[in-house]
């Protein structure tokens, strides 16, 4: 997992008051930031001098999104309709702030399907990917990005475009991704049907060539495109994730592919393989906050009262990782552990050791906020020690 350096210096400020969130507990006490990182912390309700009194507000790690199409909704807020590129990118970074996500990984297709009958899947991440890094190293952007390819099997372009990609471009997480037609996400064809035909504008009978043309690109790419995603997930040093994983068969393949973090199981027989195989399963907020999959997979719930959920995603609501989290520390009646589903875990499943926990020396990657009538309300966001929201 590539990691990156500080270039923020910051002032020192000190939080007090304040009811701390760490790994498996939660205490009234203090803490002290200096140079973007946590320096000290300790128990007690006074305030110290010259801190902030919290007022028993919450304060917590800052959130850490692993899969999010938040990006692609601001460079195409319509069908067929472009955004610039930077305006888009600075848009997208800054709504996430604001929501409290201090880190994200930046989800890009990968995997074109040319001239397809009435569905526009054109290749975009290369060129997008480059404007990100390029606004980062210009400072920018208020929180912290990596790349998050979504390798299409079903594609043309898939092998071609993985190559323009290497390590020296923070990919931290490459999916693998079949979006075949009656399995996985979309067993049931008639949802899938609902979501193209209603994101697309397809009559049915350009539904029914797109799909036929999806069977046909798994039955000639399929295998090659496997292949080539695992191989690339290695050279750049990313975690390789699986996507939809429906039957116990599909994670044995994930197993075998060396996986350790499921995006997304539809169903309790996929996720209870996972973790038998010691994968994690990470499920989407806007699944745990509706009470159901929009695609009529299992519910997050679900999966959370059997212990089969690890991580949560925001997915395309990126205000509900927030509030999925606070709602699964009231199912659970812990909030550290709801907490940790959306800072130590997915931290821990990526690779980066500098931050997900409110620890002395990590980064100080910080929200907080309170709870009124199980909606958190944010008071404030910082991003390696500075306010960015």
Known sequence: MPQESDSHMTSAFTLGNAEIVQNDAVFRGWLHVENGVIADMGEGT??????????????????????????????????????????????????????????????????????PDGADYKKYARPLASELLDLREKDMLKISHFLHLRA?????????????????????????MDHTPGQRQFRDITKLKEYITGKRGLNDEEFQ??????????????????????????????????????LREHVEVSA???????????????????HDHGIAVMMGAPNLIRGGS??????????????????????????????????????WED????????????????GLTDRGTVEIGKRADLLRFRVNESVPLLRGVWSRGRQVG
């Open 152 to 176: 299409e099997v079903c594609s043309e372009t898939l092998i071609e475009e993985i190559e323009e990609f290497g390590p020296e471009d923070r990919v931290g997480i490459v999916s693998l």
């Open 294 to 331: 929009h695609s009529g997979n299992v519910a997050a719930e679900e999966l959370a009262r059997l212990g089969l959920l690890d991580i949560v995603s925001s997915d395309y609501v990126p205000a509900a990782l927030l509030q999925s989290a606070v709602k699964l520390g009231e199912i």
């Open 335 to 350: 909030m550290a552990r709801g907490i940790a589903t959306v800072t130590r875990a997915p931290a821990q499943a990526v």
């Open 209 to 246: 060539r797109h799909i036929q043309g999806l069977y046909d690109l798994r039955d000639r790419f399929g295998a090659a495109h496997e292949k080539a995603t695992v191989e690339a997930a290695k050279r750049f040093g990313a975690v390789l994730a699986s996507h939809d994983d429906t």
């Open 46 to 115: 006074s305030v110290p001098s010259g801190a902030v009194d919290c007022q028993g507000d919450y304060i917590t790690p800052g959130l850490i999104e692993l899969h999010t199409d938040n990006l692609e909704r601001h460079i195409e807020p319509r069908p067929k309709v472009s955004w610039p590129h930077a305006a888009a990118i600075v848009a997208h970074d800054a709504e996430l702030a604001s929501t409290g996500i201090t880190t994200v990984f930046d989800a890009m297709r990968i995997g074109s399907i040319p001239n």
């Open 256 to 274: 075998g592919y060396g996986i350790k973090l499921a995006e997304f199981p539809t169903t309790v027989e996929a996720a209870q393989a996972c």
